[in-house]
């Protein structure tokens, strides 16, 4: 059985404060061997096939709907050093809204309009309430010139109609932090933070598998309901919980641990 780890009262007081919460080392050697392996087979696969969903521009690549692309990417959906701290955040009913791999080559530009938040809920007022969690896994080091994540800490607390600074570029949002990590680590935010993308100066492509988490009553994002194929795959509560194939409103929540393949008895 994988152990998983707990959101720690320092962590949870941290998230709350701040929005956001990084882990240092979230994948140890052969996670991130094997996870680099698997995410350059999608990307080849993805590049051999135009018809595949995603972005395709110079300054911006999205492998959308990974999971769709190796078994995997199911297994880091329920990592135990990172979704326990996710479903403690979100609560019982978590569920996925959206997956992808993404890739910032270096060299792109972009203005102070990527500045933005996940959560877009007009009909309903949640502002004590976490909708979303967007976390991501780093591929290789992202140093702060090296298209980090930026976000502006606690400002998921910040009402709908704040009126946020005009930047020219992202990274001169006062106050913006970049989410800076080594290869293997991993960092979730509140989909209510106000956080942008930055651009990459560095000399190679930014790596990051990312997995955005709400509540199993929300909708996945279009393009993201499970393919027969990935629903097929969904042979636990957990999986299925996760990928909405679950009543969005009743029956009990799925349990947290989740017995690695290694673990499960043979044919089970
Ligand atoms: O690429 C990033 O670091 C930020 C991603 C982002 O803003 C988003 O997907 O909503």
Redesign the pocket.
Known sequence: MNRMEPLSERQRLFFDAQGYLTIEDALDGAELAALRRACDRAEAAWRADPSRPGCRIPE?IEIEGILEYDPLFLELLEHPRVFPKVRAVLGTDVALIDH?Y?L?PPGGELDGS?W?R?VRTPGVYHPRSTVMV?A?FALGDVGAGD????VLPGSHRFPDDYPLPRVARPEDMPGAVP?TCRAGGAYFFNGNLW????PNRGSRS?R?V?F?YGHKWMRPWRGHEPSPALAARADTPMRRQLLGLTGAYYGTDAELETPAPADRPAGG
């Not at 956080?195 to 930055?198: E, F, K, T, V, Y």
């Open positions: 911006f992808a993404y910032t990527a933005h996940d967007r991501m298209g980090a994540t930026l989410l956080h942008a993308p930055s930014r990051m990312l955005n």
